[in-house]
């Protein structure tokens, strides 16, 4: 039946994170290695590496290129971790194609064990995309690089975006091991990208040496200006190009965007005309991360940001455009993984003074065990903020106090801490928001 395949996929679930090659090469071998016909870029990062990837998905399919992508996680359906053009497959499509890949995962269970759910979906997404001969195949990792299952492909480009610390239980607590692991994905032959600084920069130097790889390095590109419609860039050559994605980190973004187009040109992998540049960026969307909405006369801004350099662009960017949000008093409504760094994140949070004075619902991410616990979460930033926090577990039942709260104060309503808690209300913010059964 229709669901049963997804079902089935998001039971894998409980595995957790498994990092290592060998399940997914065996899985692929049985699939026929439909990734070896693919050509196009692989993008690694800490954070921006959706933001990339949407954006170079953009110019390609103003250039005319068919694409294929594999965003993870998803923001509101499974469906959308198996995109065509830039559209997510249908239900139907989908469960077919899972049922697949399940099938061709049993043979290798004996001697790897069972794929884990990321693992069936990236086969899927190479499956398709292979399936469907897509020009251009634009595939973000998912944790790492070295032993994500992502890797298990040779791409003409790859691409490093920002570097930070995230998931140190598995990347190591030092940006040179974090970049490590990110820099494993250039390999010989291919063309390297990257907008890294710092001890990251010279990791990632030193992989493109001793691989052969070239290496194009990114500098963010100059900010004309910023508003809540997003930004106005700078190029020596193309002039000014508007980018309607909030936060100055997409100005960094935006330069490696540019690295990749120009490097899948060199590879003679895409035809990608200036106008076309000019255009995608221009019809560039990213749901769910810096996205500002209006929602029955309150500005609502969505942020996925999940670690603490998102959580420090959230704060600046909110400081930002202060001048441009409703006057009021902002409205804060907070949900976090407790494996993440969270003291940090509610720290980096908290040096924006219109956050940091804000009122504050806490809550619980919905539909996972790594949720941390509302009171919690609400007493510490209380002990950080100086300000008392309130705890409602039920993340819908937040949301409908938090709208009242930024009603009521005519100000901003900030929504932040796991992209899943901000897909989640999303859903309730914005009509017609996809799911899994739809045709």
């Not at 469906?79 to 049922?99: C, F, M, N, Q, S």
């Not at 975006?161 to 140190?168: I, N």
């Not at 804060?332 to 509610?346: I, S």
Request: proline share 5%.
């Amino acid at each position: 039946m229709a669901a049963d395949a997804l079902t089935r996929i998001r039971a894998r679930g409980h595995i957790g994170i498994r990092l290592g090659l060998g399940r997914m090469q065996a899985l692929l071998d049985q699939l026929g290695d439909p990734q070896r016909s693919l050509r196009g870029v692989l993008v690694a990062g800490t954070n921006g590496k959706g933001s990339v990837a949407a954006m170079v998905t953009a110019v390609l399919a103003q250039a005319g290129h068919s694409t294929a992508g594999a965003p993870s996680p998803h923001l509101h359906s499974y469906r959308e971790r198996v995109t065509i053009d830039g559209r997510p497959i249908g239900a139907a499509e989908l469960d077919a194609l899972l049922e697949e890949v399940l099938a061709a995962s049993e043979p290798g269970e004996d001697e790897f064990g069972p794929a884990t759910e990321f693992e069936l979906l990236t086969a899927a997404a190479y499956l398709q995309a292979a399936r469907e001969a897509v020009e251009v195949m634009v595939m973000e990792v998912g944790l790492g690089g070295r032993l994500d299952a992502s890797n298990t492909w040779d791409p003409d480009v790859a691409a490093v975006t920002h570097v930070g610390l995230d998931h140190q239980e598995f990347l190591g607590d030092t940006i040179e091991s974090v970049a490590a692991e990110k820099a494993a994905i250039i390999k010989p032959g291919c063309r390297a990208v990257t907008g890294t600084e710092g001890e990251a920069l010279g990791v990632i130097r030193a992989r493109a040496t001793e691989v052969g790889a070239s290496l194009t390095e990114c500098a963010p590109l100059p900010v004309e200006s910023m508003s809540r419609d997003g930004l106005l860039l700078r190029h020596d050559r193309l002039g000014s190009l508007r980018l309607p994605l909030l936060g100055m980190h997409q100005a960094a973004n935006a330069a490696v965007a540019l690295g990749i187009l120009e490097a899948l040109v060199e590879a003679d992998v895409a035809v990608v005309p200036e106008d076309a540049i000019r255009d995608g960026f221009a019809d560039v969307r990213w749901p769910g991360r810096l996205e500002l909405l209006e929602h029955e006369g309150t500005a609502v801004i969505l942020d996925g940001a999940h670690n603490p350099d998102g959580m420090a662009v959230l704060a600046h960017t909110v400081d930002v455009l202060r001048g441009s949000l409703p006057a009021g008093a902002a409205t804060l409504l907070l949900g976090v993984m407790r494996d993440k760094e969270v003291g940090d994140m509610l720290t980096a949070l908290a040096a924006s003074p219109i956050l940091q004075t804000s009122r504050c619902i806490a809550t619980v991410v919905p539909d996972t065990d790594r949720a941390l616990p509302a009171d919690e979460l609400a007493a510490r930033w209380s002990a950080l903020a100086g300000g008392a926090a309130e705890a409602e577990p039920d993340a819908d039942a937040a949301l409908d106090r938090a709208l009242t709260y930024a009603q009521e104060a005519g100000g901003p309503l900030v929504i932040a801490g796991s992209l899943y808690l901000v897909g989640h209300l999303r859903a309730r913010l914005v009509p017609g928001t996809i799911k899994d059964t739809d045709a």
